[in-house]
């Protein structure tokens, strides 16, 4: 569909949900009660919206399996918006420069990251949720690394499935800039004519290799499930790691960090302490046995010596 385009400009769009008929081009599964097109409000555009279930409502491109788009820029932008507490998935056929078809299959469902030769689950656990999204897809990264010694030469096929909203779908040929995150590499802007109006709440969210595993780390080696990742939407960065977690990080990568160790047993003595403490120094001046209730207070406060061994 692309292939014979040229796609040397900045971006090339394949998906608007402007005009008469923006879905002509797309299979779409799914009723017109899960798979609707309307006008929000709040982006002052229309978009496509699709609710239920992402296993059955989706729609794809291109209609025929047969056909092929043909893109090589290496970010694909998702421009959504994902409600709370709602899966969300989608599907992407690349190409490396082998002829190598291969799938990536990025779920909210997902819980940790499996890979075949052939087909990939990524989890979506931090993607932003609850605000206008440009989800970035580093489709050469997650070629390479995943697939180990492929290369990528092209996105083939796409699909959407529910439940968000979707106002455009385009690929960019440099990196735009992370403003999910702190990101000091080179980066772009998002094209003028692909971006939301300044008003919109909203955020650029990079997603590669290296973010999952540094959204694991930061969450104690687990990923989120869909209540802990709405907390995190409403907390911010704030910290949802158990107590269960916190002195080793198993990470879906295979490696682990070490953490701090509880704190819960430390609070616990330093409290018996303190009330033994007080109950023993309410002894010294109401009891008639003074003198061993102060030698035993006395005992108490006085540091323990480390004992060795000669």
């Known amino acids: 569909m692309f292939k014979n385009e040229y796609q040397g400009g ?9 005009g008469k008929n923006p879905g002509a081009k797309w299979k779409i599964l799914g009723s017109p009660s899960v798979i609707w097109k309307e006008f929000d409000k709040e ?3 229309f978009v496509f919206v699709l609710e239920g279930s992402s296993q059955t409502n989706k729609i794809q491109l291109p209609k025929e399996n047969k056909q092929i788009l043909g893109l090589i820029q290496r970010f694909l932008v998702l421009q959504i918006y994902i409600p709370l507490g709602q899966d969300f998935s989608t599907e992407l056929l690349i190409t490396d420069l082998r002829n190598i078809k291969r799938r990536l299959y990025l779920s909210t469902v997902h819980k940790e990251l499996s890979s075949t030769p052939l087909h990939a689950k990524i989890p979506l656990f931090m993607i932003k949720r609850k605000i206008w999204c440009n989800l970035c ?8 690394e995943i697939f180990k010694g492929a290369v990528f030469q092209s996105l083939d096929g796409i699909i959407v499935s529910a439940n968000c909203k979707l106002r455009k779908i385009f690929t960019l040929k440099c990196k735009p800039q992370d403003t999910a995150d702190k990101d000091d590499e080179p980066t772009d802007i998002i094209p003028r004519s692909c971006q939301l109006t300044t008003d919109v709440p ?6 590669n290799m290296t973010k999952l595993c540094q959204t694991e780390i930061k969450f104690g080696g687990h990923p989120l499930s869909s209540a802990e990742s709405d907390q995190f939407i409403n907390r911010g960065t704030g910290s949802t790691r158990s107590g269960k977690n916190q002195d080793v990080c198993h990470i879906a990568f295979g490696s682990k960090v070490l953490g701090p160790p509880p704190l819960s047993g430390r609070r616990n003595n330093m409290r018996m302490f303190s009330e033994m403490s007080g109950y023993f120094l309410k002894m010294m001046t109401t009891s008639r046995i003074w003198p061993p209730a102060r030698s035993l207070y006395f005992w108490m406060k006085t540091p323990a010596t480390p004992h060795t061994c000669g």
């Open 137 to 144: 897809i580093d489709l050469v990264a997650f070629t390479s």
């Open 202 to 207: 909203q955020v650029t969210q990079l997603l």
């Open 43 to 45: 982006v002052k555009s």
């Open 10 to 18: 900045a971006f090339v769009e394949i998906f608007s949900a402007q």
